[in-house]
């Protein structure tokens, strides 16, 4: 097993969704607490180590339809690299990893482990076969991973608001995917996944331009609540961040099913940089 096919196995390149466990580390003014810093980062990785098995056991249950996929047929379980008792193995060793890491940092990370490992086995045995509750229940996941950032830091007050703008966002990205599933996959969709056949494209755009709206509206509730006004630099930030991954779900491009892929557009991380760097220096040098 080389190097690449590790890499794809573990969907290294999806670690970055547990970025939102630093929400609570910045937001909640703890990104010059030594001890805050190191909780959140070994706390992100148990989040990266416990995605990769949960990941694992989905693509091995859903190897053969992956086939059907032009994309996920490449996958090592799919493609044939790995076989499916290899995987599962190396799926219990990372899950174990995650939560023998997780006790060292709290009982209640430990739990909240464990709850986010039986919940990604309810929506792959469940909920992704449901019409809304498979994207409901991977916005859910990523704010559960969100409060996990609060509890690695010891329950530090975090507004509500930031953990709803966690949630839109998520559910955004989950309408992308599947907009961009049903586009590639065309009359075949529901052969590789039941639950694209129930979408349509009219019900996915009208439900992004209303998440779009509640997701901006809350930043900027969030930032009315914080009393610094000037934290109102970083909404523009904001909104051209969402409405060039909604820009790309309306034209159908592939890049909206595959988000990461957005961190290699020059100006999307320059914008995402200016947002970190405004962020920052607002709440810690100027409120």
Not at 158 to 164: A, E, M, Q
Request: net charge positive; proline share 3%.
């Amino acid at each position: 097993m080389n190097y690449k096919t590790v890499f794809d196995l573990l969907r290294i390149s999806q670690w970055y969704k547990n970025f939102v466990i630093f929400i609570p580390l910045t937001f909640g003014m703890k990104i010059i607490d030594t001890h805050a810093i190191y909780a959140s980062i070994l706390g992100f990785i148990c989040l990266c180590i416990l995605s990769s098995s949960y990941y694992i056991i989905n693509d091995a249950f859903d190897a053969k339809r992956d086939i059907l996929h032009p994309e996920k047929k490449l996958r090592p379980i799919a493609s044939g690299k790995v076989k499916i008792w290899h995987a599962l193995l190396v799926a219990v060793l990372m899950l174990s990893a995650a939560l023998l890491v997780s006790l060292y940092i709290s009982a209640v990370f430990f739990l909240i482990l464990v709850m986010l490992f039986i919940f990604s086995q309810i929506y792959n045995f469940c909920l992704k076969k449901i019409l809304f509750a498979d994207i409901l229940a991977i916005a859910t996941n990523f704010s559960v991973k969100s409060i996990a950032g609060i509890v690695v830091i010891n329950g530090t007050p975090f507004s509500p608001w930031l953990i709803i703008c966690a949630f839109f966002l998520a559910l955004i990205m989950a309408l992308g995917k599947r907009k961009s599933e049903i586009v590639t996959l065309g009359n075949d969709a529901h052969l590789h996944k039941p639950v694209l056949g129930k979408y349509d494209s009219d019900t996915i755009n009208m439900l992004l331009i209303a998440c779009t709206a509640i997701l901006v509206m809350s930043y900027a509730l969030y930032i009315a609540v914080m009393n610094n006004e000037l934290l109102l630099i970083t909404l523009p930030f904001v909104i051209y961040g969402v409405a060039k991954y909604v820009n790309y779900v309306n034209k159908n491009a592939p890049i909206a099913g595959r988000p990461e892929k957005l961190f290699g557009e020059k100006d999307f991380v320059l914008n995402l940089f200016l947002w970190i760097s405004s962020t920052v220096f607002l709440l810690y040098f100027v409120a």
